[in-house]
C-alpha cells in the first residue's frame, strides 16, 4: 500500500490524482494534501476522500485557515506538511514556480515526487534530479507527454533513443488567421479543443508557451539536447509523445487524453495496474498530425532559445510567461503582446548554470522585475 501526499488537491491535477486514489483504494491510501486559498474545497475534498478513515493532515498554503481542521498554513506550513507526514510519494500538482520549494521538500524529506508541476524542472532540473539521485528517490513526470517519454525510455532504454516528439494540440487558437490573433479575448483563449484544465495552463496552451516549458522539461529530464526534442501538431490529443529509435522506427503512447492515465502511471510505476479510463480503439478514432507553424507561436521558438542559452534563460522564460500571462488574464494585455514580454526579458544576460536553489529563486525574481517594467511598457 503506497502513501500518498497530494500537493494542489483541489485543482484538476488534483482532483483526478484523488478519483485515481479512489479507484485502485487496495494500492494507495492518502496521508495528507493541500491547497492555495480555497478552504472550502480543501475541507469538503478532505470529507469526501476520507469518509471511511481518519482525518489527514491539510494545509492552506496561500491563506490563513479559519477552520482548525486545517492544522498547516503558509508556504512554511507547506513544507512541513511535507516533511513531517508520512508517505511514499508526494504529488505536486501546485501551479507555477510556487511548485518548486514542495519538489525541494519531497526529496529532503525521502519522497518520491510524482510531478505535475514542470516549472520545478524548467527552473531548477539538475539541482531536482541532483537531489533526487543523492537521496535515492525518482522523479515520475505526470504530464501527459513526459509521462508517455519516461514510459517508453524505461523500456526501450534512453541510449537506443535518437530523439522524441512531443505531440500538442494547438490551443485554441490553431486554426484561427494569425492576423485575428490582435483581437482575441480572455474567453477565446480558454476555449481548449481538447482538454480540461486550469485558466493560466490554457492560456498556455494557446500561446504554445506550454509546449515550450515541456520541451525545456523533456531536455532536462531525459538529458537531451534541443535539436533531439521535435514537436507536431497533433489536434485529437490521442498520441501523447514519439520517441524515435536508433534504427529510425518511431514509438507512440496512444490513449484518449485522460490525465488519470499518466497520474496512474507515476503513482503504480515500477508496476503497471490494470486500468481503463483511457482505453482507445483507433478504428473510430482518427488521428492526424501537421508540422508547427511557428509564425503562430513565437513563445515556443523562444522556449528553445532559452534552452539554449543555458539555466538562468529557462527560469527567466517561465517567470516572464507567468508576468504577461497574469497580465493578459487582468486585461492589462493583449495576447500577442506576450511576446514582447518573453522576448526582451530573455535578451538579458542570465548565468549559464545556476549554483543553488538560492540562486534559481534570485534569477526568478530579477526576471520578474524584468518583465513587469515591459508590461508597464506597454499598458
Same mark, same amino acid.
Given at each position: ?126 539541482? $531536482?534530479?541532483?537531489?533526487? =539521485?543523492? &537521496?535515492?528517490?525518482? #522523479? %515520475?513526470?505526470?504530464? /501527459?507527454?513526459? +509521462?508517455?517519454?519516461?514510459?517508453? $525510455?524505461?523500456?526501450?532504454? =534512453?541510449? &537506443?533513443?535518437?530523439? #522524441? %516528439?512531443?505531440?500538442? /494540440?494547438?490551443? +485554441? ?9 490582435? =483581437? ?5 483563449? %480558454? ?189
Amino acid at each position: 500500500m503506497k502513501r500518498i501526499i497530494v500537493i494542489g488537491a483541489t485543482g484538476s491535477i488534483g482532483t483526478q490524482t484523488l478519483d485515481v486514489l479512489h479507484r485502485h483504494k487496495d494500492r494507495f491510501t492518502l496521508t495528507g494534501m493541500s491547497a492555495h486559498t480555497n478552504e472550502s474545497s480543501l475541507l469538503q475534498t478532505a470529507a469526501n476522500a476520507t469518509k471511511s478513515g481518519n482525518p489527514i493532515p491539510l494545509c492552506l498554503s496561500g491563506a490563513v485557515p479559519s477552520d482548525d481542521r486545517i492544522q498547516y498554513f503558509g508556504t512554511d506550513g507547506l513544507d512541513r506538511l511535507i516533511r513531517e507526514t508520512e508517505a511514499d510519494i508526494v504529488v505536486n500538482a501546485a501551479a507555477g514556480a510556487a511548485g518548486l520549494e514542495p519538489s525541494i521538500a519531497a526529496l529532503e524529506s525521502g519522497k518520491d515526487l510524482a510531478l505535475a508541476n514542470k516549472e520545478s524542472i524548467v527552473m531548477a532540473g539538475r539541482i $531536482v534530479l541532483d537531489l533526487a =539521485k543523492g &537521496n535515492g528517490r525518482r #522523479v %515520475l513526470p505526470v504530464d /501527459s507527454e513526459h +509521462a508517455a517519454i519516461f514510459s517508453m $525510455v524505461e523500456r526501450f532504454g =534512453k541510449n &537506443n533513443i535518437k530523439e #522524441v %516528439l512531443l505531440t500538442a /494540440s494547438g490551443g +485554441a487558437f490553431r486554426d484561427l488567421p494569425i492576423e485575428s490573433l490582435s =483581437k482575441v479575448s480572455l474567453a477565446d483563449a %480558454l476555449s481548449h479543443p481538447t482538454w480540461s484544465m486550469g485558466a493560466k495552463i490554457t492560456v498556455d496552451s494557446a500561446s504554445m508557451a506550454n509546449k515550450g516549458l515541456e520541451v525545456i522539461e523533456a531536455a532536462r529530464l531525459f538529458g537531451l539536447a534541443s535539436r533531439e526534442i521535435k514537436v507536431v501538431i497533433h489536434p485529437e490529443s490521442r498520441v501523447h509523445s514519439f520517441i524515435r529509435t536508433r534504427d529510425g522506427s518511431l514509438y507512440a503512447q496512444v490513449s484518449k487524453p485522460d490525465m488519470r492515465l499518466p497520474i496512474l502511471t507515476a503513482l503504480a510505476w515500477p508496476q503497471m495496474l490494470d486500468e481503463d479510463v483511457a482505453d482507445l480503439d483507433p478504428a473510430f478514432f482518427p488521428m492526424s498530425f501537421r508540422p508547427v507553424d511557428y509564425g503562430r507561436y513565437p513563445l515556443l521558438t523562444l522556449a528553445y532559445d532559452a534552452l539554449d542559452s543555458g539555466e538562468g534563460a529557462t527560469v527567466a522564460y517561465n517567470a516572464a510567461n507567468e508576468v504577461a500571462v497574469e497580465a493578459f488574464m487582468d486585461g492589462r494585455l493583449r495576447f500577442i503582446d506576450l511576446e514582447r514580454i518573453l522576448a526582451p526579458t530573455l535578451e538579458k544576460a542570465w548565468p549559464v548554470m545556476l549554483a543553488d536553489i538560492t540562486e534559481v529563486i534570485e534569477v526568478d525574481k530579477a526576471a520578474r522585475i524584468v518583465a513587469a517594467r515591459k508590461v508597464q511598457e506597454i499598458e
